[in-house]
């Protein structure tokens, strides 16, 4: 099934236009923030209430947000709520009974079959930037929603144990270094 059949693609605010007061309090949420959300720095999002910003450009934990520039996807944590969603990104809203979120994350970040699609729908492109009506068309299996539920933990098991894996070794760098500067002088 396509994707627009289950999701909503909301694309994010453009700010190099706005020049309302409220935007310039706002803090965007960014690629890096992304990333640490990816990389499991929430907690239990589903723990927590998920309630949308009357703002729909606005940031809700829990919400699935996508990188056109990266053609990554990933879930807002604790820490990224209330950050303004840029055009780079949109929000992709589903019903959370048919569609888990970790899933979502899964299939768009690793599924073979999307990845296919997208370097199918990318090619030519002097800078490879996913745009929403490609996105949209995306082919994308649905699974049962316990056994989209299995993946989608297993997914973000995988990408925290990943990032705490380079966090230790960061650390292991840092400590040795330290050592032999010490060990220097």
């Known amino acids: 099934m396509k994707l627009e059949d289950v999701v909503t693609v909301r694309i994010g605010k453009n700010l190099s236009r706005g020049n309302e007061k409220n935007d310039l ?13 990816l990389e499991g720095s929430f907690l239990d999002f589903q723990a927590n209430l998920y309630h949308e910003h009357t703002d729909g450009y606005l940031s809700s934990t829990g919400d699935v947000v996508f990188s056109f520039v990266s ?35 899964y299939a768009l970040n690793e599924s073979y079959s ?9 090619q030519g492109s002097i800078v490879p930037k996913l745009i929403p009506a490609i996105l949209k068309e995306f ?22 144990h990943h990032a705490l894996v380079k966090k230790q070794a960061e650390l292991e760098e840092r400590l040795y270094l330290e050592i032999l500067n010490q060990l220097d002088q």
């Open 25 to 37: 309090t706002l803090v965007a949420y960014s690629y890096e923030d992304l990333v640490n959300d």
């Open 71 to 105: 053609s990554k996807a990933g879930i807002v944590s604790d820490l990224n709520q209330g950050k303004i969603i840029n055009q780079n990104f949109a929000k992709l809203i589903f019903d959370h009974r048919t569609l888990d979120p970790c899933y979502l994350c």
């Open 114 to 122: 999307v990845k296919k699609q997208m370097a199918i729908s990318m």
């Open 139 to 160: 082919e994308i299996k649905l699974p049962t929603i316990e056994k989209q539920r299995t993946i989608g933990k297993a997914y973000f098991t995988l990408k925290k």
